[in-house]
């Protein structure tokens, strides 16, 4: 089985534009997350996949892998479908440019779930956290995913899900981290099928591939990480670097 990394990466961010290139304690947030993933040696090969000459050269003059994308794209997915169509490869990880934490317990756990899936069940792979805070959980930039007892998705939303009209029922809420594994076909589906409604609702990806009856299985892990997404998670990350 074959397995490389993908790292969708662009110059443009809406909350926080050039996120990608701050400094982070010497070295930019995507050249640290890209030689994180390098470094769990859990893979064949490792991109930065991205649209922005600046971030290009930023990985290449720094002994990177890296590719141009050549069509505009409106997420991560598209990206790297459009970079993987023509690679002989089983299994793609998408790793997320701003978070420089990635760690190699979590990734490990998602290729677990393919090499593990000899009936091939699983077209998509993703990670989630428990979490107990009351004002993450109302936050709408947390996005929540509810699963069913083998941990396949049943839905991702930025509202609280499940909403909790008996308070005495215990219920455990999940973050999704936006880390994916994907099989090739999956990925190469998604790229050719068009947005509908719940993606277009929630601004979520990964509802699409609920909507057109992919199935994602959720595995937890306990590894938060910071995503860098604000001024203020950078200076978060600086501190954690040190």
């Known amino acids: 089985m074959k397995i490389i990394s993908m790292i969708p990466a662009r110059y443009s961010a809406s909350r926080f534009p050039g996120k990608l290139l701050q400094d982070l304690n010497g070295k930019s947030v995507i050249l640290r997350t890209y030689e994180a993933t390098v470094a769990t040696h859990?893979?064949?090969d490792v991109f930065v996949v991205t649209d922005s000459d600046i971030i290009?050269?930023?990985?290449?003059?720094n002994g990177?892998?890296?590719i141009m994308s050549i069509k505009q794209h409106d997420c991560g997915s598209d990206r790297i479908a459009e970079a993987v169509?023509?690679?002989d490869i089983d299994v793609v990880i998408n790793v997320q440019g701003d978070e420089p934490f990635t760690d190699k317990e979590s990734l490990s756990k998602l290729i677990q779930v393919f090499k593990a899936d000899d009936d091939n069940e699983v077209d998509l792979a993703s990670l989630m956290v428990h979490i107990t805070d009351a004002d993450e959980i109302k936050n709408p930039n947390t996005v929540k995913v509810i699963i069913d007892q083998s941990n396949f998705a049943l839905y991702f939303s930025r509202s609280p899900i499940p909403y909790l009209r008996?308070?005495?029922v215990k219920v455990k809420y999940y973050k999704h981290k936006g880390v994916y594994a994907f099989r090739k076909q999956a990925i190469l589906d998604f790229y050719r099928l068009p947005m509908k409604t719940l993606e277009a609702a929630e601004k979520l990806e990964q509802l699409r591939y609920l909507e057109y009856g992919k199935r994602i299985k959720m595995v937890e892990t306990n590894v938060q990480g910071i995503e860098i997404d604000t001024p203020e998670d950078l200076e978060r990350a600086k501190k954690a670097w040190k």
């Open 42 to 44: 859990l893979f064949d």
């Open 56 to 61: 290009y050269n930023e990985i290449v003059n």
């Open 64 to 66: 990177g892998k890296a």
């Open 85 to 87: 169509e023509n690679m």
């Open 166 to 168: 008996d308070e005495s």
